[in-house]
């Protein structure tokens, strides 16, 4: 059995960029060296998410979303500062869907109530009620304040602290999870160095069925093999792994080696509680290629994923878009997704009606960072209870096409995106067609 080491850099894959196998097997990993650094992860589901990359979020503009189904929104106060405020007006309970932005000032469309940090009690910790339906309501007014959660931006990122209760002012809420945890440079990482394409999408599916997906390599292969520009990654690779799992109180890491070739890596997978997993090979301070998902936890059978692809080649922004780069990748990703889309379906279906028993569901050798995130899953599951009063058993579909506008249940990105490759390649050809007819 021969096998040939895997050059990440060079495909144009989305997922692990692979270099071609020999034909005729399967992908297996039969052999396990386990476990350095075993302890138990010490974070839970509460913690920091990474809710939309920062350009997601304009200014004067109102970012709709959940969290375990609790509607939340994100906008930038009249300082430019993120915030994220339950979406519920404190007077009446109604939401600010319709409602207006203006210069930090929220103005809920049910009764005019008016919101902003420069409130009566000029605290910028508090979002505070100024006026509302008239003047004659100041009292009142000043003594309503909207319910927040933590938020910060790092990495171009705009992340929110969900915690097991919302406060009106920011100084209550203590952060049980710093957000280094998450940060690309305290993962080894600079940002700076690479380039990046992004997609964001949605699935309307278990979250922690995606994260599943994520973490098995070995599907990637059998699902995605005629996506994959390079045709020989398909069911008929035959390659050999090691396995190594490193767990440690922040993180669960599987990395993979050449059964036949010990010291050759083929890849790792880090998984950074309670929404993150970065994909890459060998030592970060040297990697070439990064992919980091970040995974929200919408609702019930609900979520979003943050695809993000760094890379330290083909960063000249002219070649990039002469060749139509981004756009060619970003195809690649929608297409990936929905493939995957079936599957964490019928998985969900499967799992809801309760025909996925632990009697009836046996893991392989190559499942272990699967069955290591499960326990972890189950255990914060219970200790946490993300859900609070929620009943999960209920589709709640009120904000389904406020919150889910993503491929690939809506697919109206991946529409542009293929229309602006069908445009700009015209306008490649046309250009020069178009001078040679001047000059002749």
Request: glycine fraction near 4%.
């Amino acid at each position: 059995m021969e096998n040939k080491q895997i050059n990440f850099f060079k495909s144009k894959d989305i997922n692990t960029v692979l270099k071609p196998f020999k034909k005729g097997s399967v992908v297996k990993i039969d052999s396990f060296d386990i476990r350095e650094n075993q302890q138990d992860l010490n974070i839970g589901l509460f913690g920091w998410y990474a809710i939309c990359p920062s350009k997601e979020l304009k200014i004067n503009t109102l970012h709709y979303f959940s969290l375990y189904d609790e509607p939340l929104v994100l906008y930038r106060d009249e300082y430019k500062n993120v915030r994220c405020i339950k979406n519920i007006c404190p007077h009446r309970g109604a939401s600010f869907f319709g409602g207006t932005l203006s210069n930090g000032v929220i103005t809920c469309p049910y009764h005019g109530a008016k919101f902003s940090s420069k409130g009566n009690c000029q605290n910028l910790d508090r979002i505070t009620c100024s006026h509302i339906v008239d003047n004659k309501y100041d009292n009142y007014a000043k003594k309503i304040h909207l319910s927040q959660y933590k938020t910060l931006e790092k990495d171009e990122y705009i992340f929110v602290h969900f915690s097991k209760k919302s406060e009106t002012d920011l100084n209550n809420i203590s952060e049980d999870l710093p957000i280094s945890n998450y940060q690309l440079s305290d993962n080894g990482f600079s940002h700076e160095d690479y380039v990046s394409e992004e997609v964001l999408v949605d699935f309307k599916c278990d979250w922690s069925r995606i994260i599943e997906n994520h973490l098995d390599i070995l599907h990637l292969f059998w699902v995605h093999g005629d996506t994959i520009p390079d045709k020989d990654v398909n069911k008929n690779v035959l390659v050999s792994f090691n396995q190594k799992i490193n767990i440690t109180p922040k993180y669960i890491e599987s990395i993979y080696f050449y059964k036949n070739a010990p010291s050759k890596e083929f890849i790792r997978i880090k998984y950074i509680p309670p929404g993150r997993i970065l994909i890459y090979k060998g030592n970060p301070s040297a990697c070439r290629y990064l992919q980091v998902l970040d995974h929200i936890p919408l609702g019930n059978n609900k979520a979003r994923v943050i695809v993000r692809h760094y890379r330290k080649f083909l960063k000249n922004k002219f070649l990039n878009n002469l060749i139509l780069f981004k756009e060619t990748q970003r195809k690649i990703f929608y297409k990936i997704f929905d493939e995957d889309y079936m599957i964490l379906k019928t998985q969900t279906y499967n799992h809801k009606l309760g025909f996925i028993k632990k009697d009836e569901i046996k893991l392989l050798g190559e499942d272990r960072i699967i069955n290591y995130f499960w326990k972890w899953y189950k255990k914060s599951e219970d200790k946490d209870s993300p859900w609070k009063n929620i009943n999960k058993t209920e589709n709640h579909t009120v904000y389904d096409n406020v919150i889910l506008k993503y491929p690939p249940e809506i697919k109206n990105l991946e529409v542009i995106n293929n229309i602006d490759i069908i445009r700009k390649t015209l306008v490649r050809f046309a250009a020069p067609l178009l001078i040679f007819m001047l000059i002749i």
